[in-house]
């Protein structure tokens, strides 16, 4: 009887490529037990593990192929990839590194070194790499695809529209790609070219929820409210429960009428900051943009307080139109121009909206939980193509306090329910996106915690579109915990902070509240991990456990 022969790494790799599993650890581990150092036999083990969702026996066994033979750049590689994967970057970035020392033409390690440099935060360094790659394989279009993301995160997106582009030259079907260049259109202010990107991906997946809710935007943005109701309400009967569905639906709905506008403009606290920061920041020569001109209240600040020249957009046409004509009535048309368009879409130069970058960048974009839609976004691009370096921003900064809350009659409503016996819950799509408003000046409520500060933004450089931070928070009175309640500190400059934990009821924005799906039983001194997190739209927070 002739023994059956022991199979080679050749073999083994052969049935893990045809994703033969099984048979690619059965051949591994018969080359293992005649010659139990070798390197490609461990490192093949390695993967399978990988890909039954054995991660620890992974990483074992690449170190032990690395141990054995540490100069094969793919076993490095493969490190890397599972330590990326487990979101240990730093540990990733070592273990690409190592491969490149070994061989530093290898397009894919680059790739994958500026993955990890960019989950670190590292943008500029993660560029380089994603552009050694593209130097070493210029048609690859995951590398143009890397590149275009982190273009777009630096705020540069004229040359990452441009890669973008460039990799769907190459994979035109590449989905991935049509949502980044619909994403960035969008930001951009380009809403028909959005909607068209948007569309080309939910031709080929029509249950992709990111798609379905950028798509509402961008109708939405294009004053097409019928059509982006249909698109939400088309997502919701796909996926009601989904966060960024709910909330989207709720924004569309909410934003049908802009009431918010009235509230602001009779809000004394929020003019005296603003005012005392822009008399600060204006000089007789200042050239002062604002974003979001809404009454245009605050240009005209910018305006009183000596301003050469003041530019200020709005993208509602509706809201432009009477801004403009309030300024006429004040007499400031002939130092204040009202552009009726996002601020994406401003141009800088001899006769453009700009003539040239602003010495003093002054916004007001901020709703009752802080953030807004894509707020980061607009004011990177802001800085980066509209501002001169080292111009005055206004505001610079802002801090978020929390406390954890118990509030009965206003949790009985959120989200809306059953009332007086009748099931009311068609309603809810009525209330705000997110975070809802509490009044903590006049709302019955009782604090069960001190305030905690939660989260920090500054607004002079660029931040990541999303982030989260854990705080260890004390109970210090005994109730049920119905949600957690946060407001904000807006850091004009140096002197001058709103603070809209104001009670006073000229304040428009009120406070805001996260409520709990489930109430929460607490005692004195117990204590709870708040999860605070934001993301490109909204802030939020959850319990930890």
């Given at each position: ?519 929460i039983t607490l005692l004195a001194g117990d204590r709870l991990r708040v999860v605070a997190r934001y993301d490109s739209n909204q802030i939020s927070f959850g319990i930890d456990g």
């Open positions: 009887m002739t023994d059956t022969p022991t199979p080679t790494v050749i073999d083994a790799a052969q049935r893990f490529r045809s994703n033969d599993l099984a048979g690619a650890e059965e051949a591994c581990r018969a080359i293992l037990a005649t010659d139990p150092h070798n390197a490609g036999a461990l490192h093949l083990l390695g993967l399978v593990a990988a890909y039954t969702d054995q991660p620890d026996t992974a990483l074992d066994l690449f170190a032990e192929a690395i141990a054995e033979n540490g100069n094969d750049p793919s076993f490095h590689n493969s490190r890397g990839s599972l330590l990326f994967q487990q979101d240990r970057p730093a540990e990733a970035e070592e273990a690409f590194r190592a491969g490149l020392a070994i061989n530093p033409r290898l397009p894919e390690l680059h790739g994958n070194l500026g993955n990890a440099l960019k989950a670190q935060g590292r943008l500029d360094e993660a560029a380089d790499c994603f552009r050694t790659a593209l130097d070493l394989r210029p048609n690859a279009p995951e590398m143009h695809h890397f590149l275009a993301a982190t273009l777009r995160d630096l705020g540069e997106p004229d040359e990452a529209e441009r890669h973008f582009r460039s990799a769907l030259e190459q994979v035109p079907d590449y989905l991935d790609v049509h949502y980044s260049l619909a994403e960035l259109l969008s930001t951009r202010g380009r809403l028909e070219e959005a909607e068209a990107e948007f569309r080309i991906v939910l031709a080929a997946a029509s249950r992709f929820i990111p798609a379905q809710v950028g798509l509402a935007h961008a109708l939405q943005g294009l004053g097409r409210a019928a059509d982006a109701i249909d698109a939400i309400e088309a997502a919701h009967g796909q996926a009601p429960d989904h966060p960024m569905v709910r909330a989207t639906r709720r924004l569309i709905y909410s934003n049908a009428v802009p009431g918010r506008h009235l509230p602001m403009i009779n809000d004394v606290e929020r003019h005296e900051a603003y005012r005392r920061s822009l008399e600060r920041a204006v000089t007789p020569e200042s050239l002062v943009l604002e974003i979001g001109t809404g009454s245009g209240i605050v240009a005209m600040m910018a305006a009183r307080a000596g301003a050469k020249t003041v530019v200020t957009c709005e993208a509602n046409p509706i809201l432009a139109r009477v801004a403009k004509e309030t300024v006429a009535r004040n007499g400031y048309a002939d130092r204040i121009d009202v552009v009726p368009r996002p601020s994406t879409q401003l141009t800088v130069g001899e006769g453009r909206d700009l003539p040239e970058k602003a010495d003093v960048f002054v916004s007001e974009l901020v709703d009752t939980g802080m953030l807004t839609p894509r707020m980061l976004s607009v004011l990177r691009h802001a800085r980066t193509h509209l501002v001169k370096p080292g111009g005055v921003i206004i505001p610079r900064a802002s801090t978020i306090h929390a406390m954890l809350v118990e509030t009965p009659e206003l949790a009985r409503i959120n989200p809306v329910q059953c009332i007086d016996g009748f099931d009311m819950e068609s309603f809810d799509v009525f209330r705000s996106p997110g975070c809802q408003r509490i009044d903590l000046g006049a709302d019955a409520h009782t604090p069960l915690s001190k305030p905690f500060t939660a989260l920090d933004f500054d607004f002079t450089r660029n931040m990541p579109e999303e982030g989260r931070r854990v705080i260890d928070v004390t109970v210090t009175t005994a109730g049920t915990c119905h949600g957690v309640a946060f407001w904000f500190d807006l850091v004009m400059d140096d002197a001058v902070v709103y603070k809209s934990e104001s009670r006073a009821r000229t304040n428009p924005w009120k406070q805001a509240m996260i409520f709990l799906e489930k109430p």
